[in-house]
């Protein structure tokens, strides 16, 4: 192998890293630069983000809550997928499997739904209390009051 054509190899497989394949995490959001896979609005508010990963695919982004809930009722729900939500305390990432939702009309989210998500019950409490709004609960518990192709 020359030199030429192993440097081209080495340029070749750092790209292929830096473009996600195999990443385990949720995506990274450019502010006002990443679109929502729903929607297709800029994402300017980060707290209220979703992102969701089907099995085999790559991970999709969402503007707001209600717009991951909206796509997934329009999809079938496709339950074997892995959800990652931004802590409205503490504006960062964590599992679906933590987030407890937050459910205010005083919540200005970008799509109007109202909803923010909280890493746990007791910070949701306390959530609910500071927006006066009520808990709304897990993910599967949005997911099951959300009617089949139609808005929360």
């Known amino acids: 192998m020359t030199r030429t054509s192993a440097i081209g190899l080495v340029v070749v497989l750092a790209a292929g890293g830096a473009c996600g394949g195999g990443q385990d995490g949720p995506p990274a959001i450019e502010v006002d630069r990443s679109a929502c896979d729903h929607c297709g609005m800029l994402i300017s508010e980060p707290r209220f983000a979703a992102a969701y990963q089907a099995a085999g695919a790559g ?5 707001d809550i209600g717009c991951l809930l909206d796509a997934l009722a329009r999809e079938g729900g496709a339950p074997d997928g892995r959800f990652w939500f931004h802590d409205a305390a503490t504006a960062a990432w964590m599992p679906g499997d933590r987030a407890v939702f937050v459910e205010s009309p005083r919540l200005r989210t970008p799509m109007a739904s109202g909803l923010a998500a909280y890493d746990g019950a007791d910070a949701a409490g306390r959530g609910a209390a500071d927006q ?21």
Do not use: H, M, Q, S
Request: charged share 35%.
């Open 132 to 152: 006066g709004g009520r808990v709304a609960g897990t993910l599967t518990d949005l997911r099951k009051r959300t009617p089949e192709g139609g808005d929360l």
């Open 59 to 63: 991970p999709r982004l969402f503007d």
